[in-house]
């Protein structure tokens, strides 16, 4: 089963909204990220969890929030955010995080308005 | 940090075969790891290269010289269906990034 899910997979946020990002995956994988993709660009990685702890934090406005709050879930909080964050985000988990492969779940698509 | 090069566009004809090159600067590398993006849709794994030398998974085959930091995805028999965007990425070692390419736009005409 090489499947990430996430919920939901459409959303659209008012400005002072404060909405969450669900993020699964029973892979074993302890590895967990989320990316940022805007229309006709590569994603952009955002934040990474290894093995249920944050290693890396691309410099994210902290409007952005992420929790692990187990192996298998990865959550991403968003509270006050911009019309210019509208965009496809994107879990992933791979086996560790020296591995190469990532598995991506189908996205959340995000409208600020 | 990591960059990658890879070509903006690339068009074939039905039954086919496309290659598309992949060029990465790395500080340390665990590996390059390719992915398939269609309209609207979120990235699927389709191959991943820790070692150099070429690995095969059915019409697709990925390729990898570490000495050249240089890597290719393979699509032969090409369909209408492997129209959509292809990405190279590359995790760092000193880092454990996965970063990625700008991507390559593969369109397949009849």
């Known amino acids: 089963d090489t499947e990430v899910t996430q919920t939901p997979k459409h959303l659209v946020m008012g400005m002072t909204n404060k909405k969450s990002l669900k993020c699964e995956q029973h892979m074993g994988h302890r590895a967990m990220y989320w990316y940022k993709q805007k229309a006709k660009k590569p994603p952009e990685l955002m934040f990474v969890?290894?093995?249920?702890?944050?290693?890396i934090n691309e410099s994210v406005p902290s409007r952005f929030s992420p929790e692990c709050p187990n192996s298998s879930l990865l959550n991403l909080h968003l509270h006050a955010l911009q019309p210019e964050d509208s965009a496809l985000y994107l879990c992933a988990s791979s086996q560790d995080r020296g591995r190469a492969e990532a598995f991506f779940g189908q996205g959340t698509r995000l409208t600020v308005v | 940090g990591q960059s990658l090069e890879q070509p903006s566009e690339v068009t074939a004809v039905e039954g086919a075969i496309v290659q598309i090159n992949c060029t990465y600067q790395t500080s340390g590398f665990y590996g390059l790891s390719w992915y398939q993006q269609h309209d609207g849709g979120a990235p699927t794994f389709l191959s991943y290269?820790?070692?150099?030398g070429l690995e095969e998974t059915g019409r697709f085959s990925s390729f990898l010289s570490r000495s050249d930091s240089y890597g290719y995805l393979l699509l032969q028999e090409l369909q209408m269906k492997d129209s959509a965007s292809y990405f190279c990425?590359?995790?760092?070692?000193?880092?454990?990034?996965?970063?990625f390419g700008a991507g390559t736009t593969v369109t397949v005409r009849a």
């Open positions: 290269n820790a070692l150099d």
């Open positions: 969890y290894s093995y249920e702890k944050l290693s």
């Open positions: 990425a590359v995790k760092g070692s000193n880092d454990y990034k996965l970063s």
